[in-house]
């Protein structure tokens, strides 16, 4: 199971995605990389393991003045058919 979340603050906002196993990894990734490649605004991204075999994709705006990356992040979601995201 893929968990999201969200944090936002003034002119910043990341979305974290944790998955487990090659099977989710390959499908988030694939996900992400689709999504962000129609968008002019480029994120940073990085990946981090966690405890229990799971890795974290994250994927960063920062000066996004316009709100851009809250229309981009649901748009994953809704990919990645994530029904909760904290």
């Known amino acids: 199971m893929i968990d999201a ?3 936002s603050e003034e002119r910043f906002s990341r979305l974290s995605l944790a998955y ?3 099977e989710e990894k ?3 990734n694939y996900c992400v990389a689709n999504i962000i490649k ?3 605004k480029q994120p940073e991204t990085y990946t981090t393991s966690i405890s229990g075999g799971r890795e974290v994709l994250v994927i960063e705006y920062h000066d996004d003045n ?3 990356a809250g229309s981009i992040f649901e748009e994953i979601i ?3 058919e ?3 995201c904290i």
């Open 5 to 7: 979340e969200f944090r």
């Open 20 to 22: 487990k196993g090659n």
């Open 26 to 28: 390959e499908q988030v």
């Open 38 to 40: 129609k968008h002019k």
């Open 66 to 68: 316009n709100r851009e």
């Open 78 to 80: 809704k990919a990645l």
């Open 82 to 84: 994530i029904t909760k």
